[in-house]
């Protein structure tokens, strides 16, 4: 989405941009058969379009919510409608293994070991052994607390196995 279609002369892609540019990708509709004039792609595989701090948007903020360099939610509501019409499906790369460590329940997890969200994320007092199978490594937080970040530590890996989180 970032480097594809600009509708708003920012210098950088956003879902209105590439919702104008869908009958390039694939101008077939219903009752009407496709030209040659279009690619003719029947998916789109989306970036992450979370909120995030970061250029990638991997560390999502909310997962409720657009990023405002990308648009608003009425404008991805556009964008599926419009994608759908022309039999293009949306696969949205879904980022649910981690967090921005900015996340309110980062933040609420490194404040009060103890509350809402003490189980939301994969952590160890300082010292436990935690096989991380050689993939990531432990980050210091408060408390004497380790969180675990697979990637780096910019983006904390969630408790998968709480329900809670799932």
């Not at 964008?79 to 499906?89: D, M, N, P, S």
């Not at 890996?157 to 709480?162: A, F, K, R, W």
Request: hydrophobic share 35%; net charge negative; no cysteine.
């Amino acid at each position: 989405v970032y480097s594809f279609a600009d509708s708003d002369g920012d210098g950088f892609g956003d879902l209105k941009g590439l919702t104008d540019k869908l009958d390039y990708l694939n101008d077939s509709r219903p009752g009407s058969p496709a030209t040659d004039k279009s690619l003719g792609i029947t998916a789109l595989w989306l970036s992450p379009v979370h909120p995030s701090p970061s250029y990638h948007g991997y560390d999502v903020l909310d997962y409720r919510a657009i990023s405002p360099k990308l648009g608003t939610m009425d404008d991805f509501r556009t964008l599926v409608k419009e994608a759908h019409l022309r039999g293009i499906h949306i696969v949205m790369d879904m980022v649910f293994n981690h967090s921005a460590k900015d996340h309110p329940w980062f933040r609420s997890w490194d404040k009060d070991p103890q509350g809402p969200h003490k189980d939301f994320y994969i952590s160890r007092q300082k010292g436990t052994a935690y096989d991380t199978s050689g993939m990531g490594t432990f980050h210091p937080a408060r408390g004497g607390k380790e969180y675990f970040a697979a990637f780096w530590s910019g983006m904390p890996d969630l408790n998968l196995g709480n329900p809670a989180v799932v």
